[in-house]
């Protein structure tokens, strides 16, 4: 049972420069998310998925496109990366109407935009 | 104004001190109260959550809500270097919330 997991660990992007995050979970859960975690910032909900075939914005949306892929996969797509993209990526998911809110992470993916 | 107030520190405090982390809010909405634990470069985990006001004691780990004044606390009692970590606080205002709201999260370092 390996969680919730991320690819890639690290990535440097120049600017203008497209990319994809993968998120996978093994636990069977519903509702999926993607945060971003800057200094001073906290964590901020880029997307969201409530379950599979839907999606929706969060607080910081902007430059961003997301895709439930099927139940387990979960991807956030940067199509032309800027410099106040870079950040720490995390995905999270938690099964709604389980535990209360206990969202499960992934260890996150570290970008930097050049 | 950020909705949720965290002191990002660092904290800095000797082994077996009492550890006192704080958040205030300003959604009176709000009923879910959560901390998670964040080692360094590896995702939050969950360590205590409550509803509505009140203590919760776990472990060495008590978390304390005081709706009325818009203030949760953790308390982390004989504290040990494993405690060092970023703490954030977390809030919702429906018990199977798809939106959470973080705190900036507290650097706490427990030295030896």
């Known amino acids: 049972n390996a969680g919730v997991t991320q690819t890639p660990k690290f990535q440097v992007l120049k600017t203008g420069q497209s990319m994809t995050l993968q998120c996978a979970q093994d636990?069977?859960?519903?509702?999926m998310y993607w945060y971003r975690q800057d200094p001073g910032m906290g964590l901020r909900l880029i997307y969201y998925s409530a379950s599979e075939g839907t999606t929706d914005k969060g607080e910081v949306p902007n430059g961003y496109n997301v895709s439930r892929l099927n139940k387990r996969e979960f991807s956030l797509r940067l199509e032309s990366a800027a410099p106040s993209q870079t950040s720490v990526y995390f995905c999270?998911?938690?099964?709604?109407?389980?535990?209360?809110?206990?969202?499960?992470f992934g260890p996150g993916t570290r970008l930097t935009v050049t | 104004q950020k909705e949720v107030e965290q002191d990002p520190g660092p904290l800095s405090v000797p082994e077996g001190a009492i550890v006192s982390l704080n958040c205030t809010y300003s959604?009176?909405?709000?009923?879910?109260f959560m901390w998670y634990r964040q080692y360094s470069r590896k995702g939050p985990e969950l360590l205590m959550y409550t509803y509505s006001s009140g203590n919760k004691e776990d472990g060495r780990f008590t978390a304390q809500v005081d709706k009325s004044s818009k203030y949760i606390s953790l308390f982390i009692r004989d504290s040990q270097p494993s405690d060092s970590a970023t703490y954030l606080c977390?809030?919702?205002?429906?018990?199977?919330?798809?939106?959470?709201?973080f705190g900036a999260g507290t650097i706490l370092r427990v030295k030896s």
């Open positions: 999270a998911s938690n099964l709604v109407g389980g535990r209360i809110n206990e969202q499960y």
């Open positions: 636990m069977n859960h519903n509702s």
């Open positions: 977390a809030m919702s205002d429906i018990p199977y919330g798809n939106k959470l709201v």
């Open positions: 959604n009176s909405a709000f009923q879910y």
